[in-house]
């Protein structure tokens, strides 16, 4: 069979995005925080921008009376989003907006409201340990009892109950709690916590730990002189090592503490108004534009070079379709939050017990809007109601069977949640009986499906919740 070369036309159908689209796709996805900083980026860039500092808002205006040919922001409501990045631009470039097959990276806020667990970054430490399973057991146990200031707050005799085990291994498994990242954690006392810490800067034995052992009430008092004298060193030494223990770590779990979560910025606001909701988007921080009047005038100048003219029109035409894309973005967003209200009217009237199953193509299909588009309206962003602050994505979640028909998966977590809640700390609930409660309120549902949603919740199994109150 030979071999050869030919040319053939081919006629294929391919979607691409204009670069108005491709602002519009970015926009729906930036939250509060990243719209404004990507808004404050742009009046750098574009001198055809400024703040507003009226309150009025001419931007239709001035976008209809000043451009030549409109551009269709209805697209973005039509257009198969999917189906475009199953392709690449004919010339081979990679937009980087939604790479498909790759997960979607959360927004910063969400590192800026989140914490570190201490107890799962000690039981990270205690997998990665060469201890024996039976103190690994009891260094669980142990764990478990650490309260969120890095301090153990059980006795060696209790410990020892529960993992039905020797004083002696407990001890043992202690001192292996006690040798982890932070410094000082699960110690029984402040003294104890700064001798850890001591130890660890390799200086045991010295004239820090002797002070911190018999003299801590002597540095609260500034009693060097009589520190200096039981120790036979100068005052200057002193001071030296009461320095050192002032940069200890009191409150070794400090970094780790639930306490310092921020609440994330709402995007929207729902307040009820006469029985009816009224949908309020969240502007604040984020800068009102509008054209700049003395560039716009530039245009008319006679002597201007036709590269100023170019790049004036290209900043000018940049200009518009930010203003468009802005207002497309919040209309989309108003448009969602409304479809939500009528979806989830229950919950917004009664709580989080009457939160119904949704999926995004429930909303899509109430829009007209492609489901990939509802993903990204959703995406990392906040409603504020009367019942608290909620991801969009709360309000979307699979349907459980009961006895009173289908119950979303989020109200089950909440059940969850509240179950543990009030159980008892000393005697704290297996996943099989907590299985078994919600079955006797209407809820099917198995062992494994309540401790896949328990470590959603972030909540320890049983042995590690036994005698700490959550």
Same mark, same amino acid.
């Given at each position: 069979?030979?071999? %050869?070369?030919?040319?053939?036309? /081919?006629?294929?159908?391919?979607?691409?995005?204009?670069?108005?689209?491709?602002?519009?796709?970015?926009?729906?996805?930036?939250?509060?925080?990243?719209? *404004?900083?990507?808004?404050?980026?742009?009046?750098?860039?574009?001198?055809?921008?400024?703040?507003?500092?009226?309150?009025?808002?001419?931007?239709?205006?001035?976008?209809?009376?000043?451009?030549?040919?409109?551009?269709? #922001?209805?697209? =973005?409501?039509?257009?198969?989003?999917?189906? !475009?990045?199953?392709? /690449?631009?004919?010339?081979?470039?990679?937009?980087?907006?939604?790479?498909?097959?790759?997960?979607?990276?959360?927004?910063?806020?969400?590192?800026?409201?989140?914490?570190?667990?201490?107890?799962?970054?000690?039981?990270?430490?205690?997998?990665?340990?060469?201890?024996?399973?039976?103190? /690994?057991?009891?260094?669980?146990?142990?764990?478990?009892?650490?309260?969120?200031?890095? !301090? @153990?707050?059980?006795?060696?005799?209790?410990?020892?109950?529960?993992?039905? +085990? $020797?004083?002696?291994? #407990?001890?043992?498994?202690?001192?292996?709690?006690?040798?982890?990242?932070?410094?000082?954690?699960?110690?029984?006392?402040?003294?104890?916590?700064?001798?850890?810490?001591?130890?660890?800067?390799?200086?045991?034995?010295?004239?820090?730990?002797?002070?911190?052992?018999?003299? @801590?009430?002597?540095?609260?008092?500034?009693? !060097?002189? +009589?520190?200096?004298?039981?120790?036979?060193? *100068?005052?200057?030494?002193?001071?030296?090592?009461?320095?050192?223990?002032?940069?200890?770590?009191?409150?070794?779990?400090?970094?780790?503490?639930?306490?310092?979560?921020?609440?994330?910025?709402?995007?929207?606001?729902? $307040?009820?108004?006469?029985?009816?909701?009224?949908?309020?988007?969240?502007?604040?921080?984020?800068?009102?534009?509008?054209?700049?009047?003395?560039?716009?005038? =530039?245009?008319? %100048?006679?002597? @201007?070079?036709?590269?100023?003219?170019?790049?004036?029109?290209?900043?000018?035409?940049?200009?518009?379709?930010?203003?468009?894309?802005?207002?497309?973005?919040?209309?989309?967003?108003?448009?969602? +939050?409304?479809?939500?209200?009528?979806?989830?009217?229950?919950?917004?009237?009664?709580?989080?017990?009457?939160?119904?199953?949704?999926?995004?193509?429930?909303?899509?299909?109430?829009?007209? =809007?492609?489901? *990939?588009?509802?993903?990204?309206?959703?995406?990392?962003?906040?409603?504020?109601?009367?019942?608290?602050?909620?991801?969009?994505?709360?309000?979307?979640? $699979?349907?459980?069977?009961?006895?009173?028909?289908?119950?979303?998966?989020?109200? #089950?977590?909440?059940?969850?949640?509240?179950?543990?809640? %009030?159980?008892?700390?000393?005697?704290?609930?297996?996943?099989?009986?907590?299985?078994?409660?919600?079955?006797?309120?209407?809820?099917?549902?198995?062992?494994? +499906?309540?401790?896949?949603?328990?470590? %959603?919740?972030?909540?320890?199994?049983? *042995?590690?919740?036994?005698?700490?109150?959550?």
């Amino acid at each position: 069979m030979a071999l %050869e070369q030919k040319t053939e036309l /081919r006629l294929t159908q391919k979607l691409a995005l204009t670069p108005q689209l491709q602002l519009q796709l970015k926009l729906l996805q930036l939250p509060q925080l990243e719209l *404004s900083q990507f808004i404050e980026l742009q009046l750098m860039e574009n001198p055809m921008l400024e703040i507003d500092e009226e309150t009025e808002n001419n931007h239709e205006k001035e976008i209809s009376e000043e451009i030549e040919e409109p551009i269709a #922001v209805d697209k =973005l409501e039509k257009i198969m989003i999917d189906e !475009y990045f199953a392709e /690449r631009a004919d010339d081979g470039r990679d937009l980087g907006y939604f790479t498909p097959g790759i997960e979607e990276k959360p927004s910063f806020e969400l590192f800026y409201s989140t914490t570190s667990d201490l107890w799962e970054y000690l039981l990270w430490q205690l997998r990665l340990s060469k201890a024996s399973d039976e103190i /690994r057991a009891v260094a669980e146990i142990i764990i478990g009892n650490i309260d969120e200031d890095g !301090y @153990l707050k059980a006795t060696e005799e209790e410990i020892a109950k529960i993992a039905d +085990t $020797n004083i002696e291994t #407990v001890k043992k498994a202690i001192k292996l709690v006690q040798e982890f990242d932070p410094p000082g954690v699960g110690a029984r006392d402040i003294k104890e916590c700064l001798i850890l810490q001591i130890k660890a800067l390799d200086l045991g034995n010295t004239l820090v730990q002797f002070v911190v052992e018999e003299h @801590l009430e002597d540095i609260r008092k500034k009693k !060097y002189e +009589t520190i200096a004298k039981k120790f036979n060193v *100068s005052i200057d030494e002193v001071i030296k090592a009461v320095k050192i223990i002032e940069k200890l770590e009191p409150r070794p779990g400090r970094n780790f503490s639930k306490a310092q979560v921020n609440i994330p910025v709402p995007d929207v606001y729902v $307040n009820k108004v006469e029985g009816e909701y009224q949908i309020i988007l969240n502007d604040e921080g984020i800068p009102k534009l509008r054209l700049s009047k003395l560039y716009r005038e =530039l245009f008319t %100048e006679k002597d @201007l070079s036709s590269d100023e003219k170019k790049y004036l029109k290209e900043k000018f035409k940049n200009a518009i379709e930010l203003l468009r894309s802005i207002e497309q973005r919040n209309r989309t967003i108003y448009r969602v +939050t409304e479809s939500l209200i009528k979806f989830q009217r229950e919950f917004f009237d009664k709580g989080v017990s009457y939160l119904k199953p949704l999926n995004l193509k429930d909303v899509a299909s109430d829009l007209g =809007l492609h489901e *990939s588009t509802i993903s990204r309206v959703t995406s990392n962003k906040y409603l504020a109601c009367e019942h608290g602050v909620f991801n969009f994505r709360f309000f979307f979640s $699979n349907a459980l069977p009961s006895n009173h028909g289908s119950v979303s998966t989020t109200f #089950v977590k909440e059940l969850i949640q509240k179950i543990i809640n %009030e159980e008892n700390p000393a005697n704290p609930l297996s996943d099989q009986e907590i299985s078994d409660m919600l079955k006797k309120q209407g809820i099917d549902i198995a062992r494994r +499906t309540v401790a896949k949603y328990r470590e %959603e919740l972030k909540i320890p199994p049983k *042995s590690l919740r036994k005698l700490k109150n959550y």
